[in-house]
Nanobody, 123 residues
């Protein structure tokens, strides 16, 4: 089993920045891919960014490219999401997720989820 705990989030004005962290514990050696999802009220959960463990290649949904950066520190079993130039439409609950093997933008590929952290961007 793997446990994920998100840290960070909060409220910021448009154009501001935030950093999210996700600390993983448990059987982290079994993980192949980690990612960040978000879900706004009344909307479906969407993939924001993902990264394979041990591989620097990163993937972003189009709406955050150039503004968000996903990174990982495998020694600390921690995943990060740096968010810059935040927009009101970035407002959502952000979730850290982990998959045992390959992953894509579908939430069904991920076996483990954090509890979520709220990001609110005001105009």
């Amino acid at each position: 089993q793997v446990q994920l705990v998100e840290i960070g989030g909060g409220s910021v004005q448009a154009g501001g920045s935030l950093r999210l962290s996700c600390e993983a514990s448990g059987d982290t050696y079994s993980l192949g891919c980690m990612g960040w999802f978000r879900q706004a009220p009344g909307k479906e959960r969407e993939g924001v960014a993902r990264i394979y463990r041990g591989d620097p290649t990163t993937y972003y949904t189009n709406s955050v490219k150039g503004r968000f950066t996903i990174s990982q520190d495998n020694a600390k079993n921690t995943l990060y999401l740096e968010m810059h130039l935040l927009k009101p439409e970035d407002t959502a609950m952000y979730y850290c997720a982990a998959a045992k093997a390959a992953c894509n933008w579908s939430a069904r590929w991920y076996s483990y989820w954090g509890q979520g952290t709220q990001v609110t961007v005001s105009s």
